[in-house]
């Protein structure tokens, strides 16, 4: 019996095996730190190029800081694309491809708003009272990097200027491993080939009203018609063993990907958190806010990529953090939010080995033992049919 157990489980396990999210399609990376630039400060100077060449394309990304406000760029293209960076000083001021890119994506965090939660919801309300801080005052800091085949990673600070708090910053890490795999911090999200892993947290801020929280200012770029627009998705996991109490994933898709399954996409549960030490005790709710139409940052990593800014879609959103009865941002001082942004389908949830085992383990077993138990019985009706049969013959 016990052999008929394993080989049910054996084949189970290889099935779902072949579904699992660490197979996922891996491209050949090569990164760079402020290529091209003679006179670049590796401290505070921080613009990272990445070629992915995967089977048929490359995807180009673009991780930038010089202009103060964090950009990421995604841009996909053939075998044959490349990219040169002209700078003056420390300053990107052209994109030169060798071929135009088929499709691009950017996202930037140009804002940062503190506003008054009188109502103690978590979203941010226009009608709120508030108080707008602009990133382009901010100057990013380096602080670990790792540029390899393998990885390509950067962790950068930049201060708040505030004459009551020196201590106040917002950390920004970007991530890349070219394989599919998931996160190994809460909220555990997936990162692919095609993808970077992106952490804020915004860390001892100065609040200004009894009831502060903090919101992040998205502006979104695609190559898409400038009369389409972005879309919302909200879909259930198929459980919440990685992100525990989570069973949401939230995916802003663009018109191309939403249409073609071709495009980009920013992808996150929505959950955020307020220790330095993520776990369910320190969670709270990451809120998204509806799309809005609006124009490029000037002076700004958007505006200087895309010379066709009429011919762009521009859209931008809000992402709140907080809940009813958290104690606001001045309870904890801190608030660390997970995202991916990324090029192609975004990745779906699978079972990990220990869940598929356990499955297979209820599934398995119980099947096996019933059958046995049918073949038992069937085998003892087999052996007295023919115990009687011979006791007939011999009389």
Known sequence: MFPSVIR??????????LFSPTNGLDRKISAHLNPGCQG????T??????????????????????????????SVGSLNTSLNIQWVENKPIYFNWTEKPWYTFAATIDKLYEYDDIHDTGYINPQYPQREYSLNR???????????????????????????????????????LPFKDYAVELPHLIHTANSTLIDVSLVNLTTSFNASRYALHFVLASTDKPTDTMHYIMRKSLDDEHTPGVFEIIEIKTPSLYDTEEGGYLQFRPVSYTSPKRNVASSTIAHVSQFNRTIMPRDSTLSLFFKEAQMILVQDMFVSFGESGDGYYKQHNYTAWSYTMGYGTPPVDGFSFFVILIISIGLGVPIVLALSGVA????????????RTRFTNED
């Open 8 to 17: 049910v489980i054996s084949a189970i396990l290889f099935i779902s095996c």
């Open 40 to 43: 670049c400060s590796s401290n």
């Open 45 to 74: 100077t921080t613009l990272v190029y990445i070629r992915g060449e995967g089977k048929s394309d490359v995807l180009h990304q673009i991780w930038d800081f010089t202009k103060h406000l964090p950009t990421v760029l995604l």
């Open 138 to 176: 901010i100057s990013w800091e380096l602080q670990e990097s790792i540029l390899t085949n393998s990885e390509a990673m950067v962790h950068v600070t930049g201060k708040i200027r505030n004459r009551n708090n020196n201590d106040a910053l917002i950390s920004i890490k970007l991530d890349l």
């Open 376 to 387: 038992f019985v069937l085998f003892r009706r087999y052996r007295q049919t023919n115990t």
